[in-house]
Nanobody, 119 residues
């Protein structure tokens, strides 16, 4: 069982920035990748960004160039950050941290954090 603790999120005006943080109960020895998905009301859950144990990143088309995922080098635990810049109302959603095991690729989810962007 992988536990994921999310923080960040909230309300911001269009054009503003927010940073999400997700700390895992495991390290890169057991995990293949971590990332963020989001789900807006009436929409399917979609990939926002992911990062592998080798540092390879992937972004959803709608956030490419505005969001950046990275590992927090200052944390003693495995923590992944999502820096979100130039936020737009269409970015409003519940953001979920996710992690997959290296063996079997079982996927785990955080509880979700709300991001609301006002116009």
């Amino acid at each position: 069982q992988v536990r994921l603790m999310e923080s960040g999120g909230g309300l911001v005006q269009a054009g503003g920035s927010l940073r999400l943080s997700c700390t895992a109960s495991e390290n890169w020895f057991r995990l293949n990748d971590m990332g963020w998905y989001r789900q807006a009301p009436g929409n399917q859950r979609e990939l926002v960004a992911s990062i592998t144990s080798n540092g390879v990143t992937e972004y959803g088309d709608s956030v490419e160039g505005r969001f950046a995922i990275s590992e927090d080098a200052d944390s003693s635990k495995l923590t992944v950050l999502l820096q979100m810049n130039n936020l737009q109302p269409e970015d409003t959603a519940v953001y979920y941290c996710t992690a997959r095991l290296s063996y079997g690729l079982t996927q785990y989810w955080g509880q979700g954090t709300q991001v609301t962007v006002s116009s």
